[in-house]
């Protein structure tokens, strides 16, 4: 059976890690990577543990807090250095649903790039106050305009890729390192014309752990958008 490799960002996930672990691996086609930026609360200490009895458990250790973006990469190389196919992208903190993964898996040999998305018909959210509600459906909305694109959730890290386009991600280099790095790459997929689908997913507020959104990361991507505006326009 083809492996898929599913990389999990972390920073201070020690309270989630473990069962995330387990979960994955409920899954016989997954094996899972981890890209720690240097967690003070051990979650590093706990993936190393699993290591010892499981092959499936793999961890990059980084020396510091490097971002978000910069993770997924360093994600893809290792998992093309390694000969993988397909490849996962899920947070810790079980936002993402694992009972959702499956319909991504299910479309892996159809589809250059599937995206758990929370806009399509039968998506949604769960757990959030109603101005993160309205601050991420109207921020796709406004992708949606700039980029004279179809996609509904250009802000979903819950997405599934295969080697061709992981190739041309990283040739590419993309510029943005917070979750505005999944908005460059999915218009770079999309303008290369590649094949995407979008496929409903729950998002769920995590139970536990802090949320590493801030406005640091929202205003990166606002700054990306306006650029985006202006260079369309003239």
Request: include cysteine; aromatic fraction near 14%.
């Amino acid at each position: 059976m083809e492996k898929v490799l599913l990389i999990t960002p972390t920073y201070n996930e020690a309270e989630n890690i473990q069962k995330f672990i387990d979960f994955t691996k409920t899954f016989e086609e997954l094996h899972l990577l981890v890209v720690d930026d240097n967690s003070p609360d051990c979650t590093a200490e706990i993936v190393e543990k699993n290591m010892q009895s499981s092959d499936s458990v793999k961890i990059i250790k980084r020396s510091g807090k490097l971002g978000y973006g910069s993770a997924i990469i360093e994600g893809y190389k290792w998992g093309l250095e390694n000969n993988y196919y397909h490849f996962v992208q899920m947070d810790t903190d079980f936002s993402h649903r694992f009972e959702d993964l499956t319909k991504l898996i299910n479309e892996k040999n159809n589809y250059d790039l599937v995206i758990g998305s929370r806009y399509v018909p039968g998506g949604g959210t769960t757990g959030w106050p109603k101005r993160r509600q309205y601050l991420s459906k109207y921020a796709n909305k406004l992708c949606g305009i700039v980029f004279k694109s179809e996609i509904k959730d250009q802000t979903s890290g819950f997405r599934l890729l295969n080697k061709k386009v992981i190739n041309e991600i990283i040739n590419y280099d993309p510029k943005l390192n917070g979750y505005a790095f999944l908005v460059e790459i999915t218009n770079f997929i999309e303008e290369n014309n590649y094949k995407i689908k979008e496929v409903p997913i729950i998002f769920q507020d995590r139970f536990y752990g802090t949320s590493k959104m801030n406005y640091k990361i929202i205003f990166e991507a606002v700054m990306f958008l306006l650029k985006k505006t202006v260079q369309k326009r003239f």
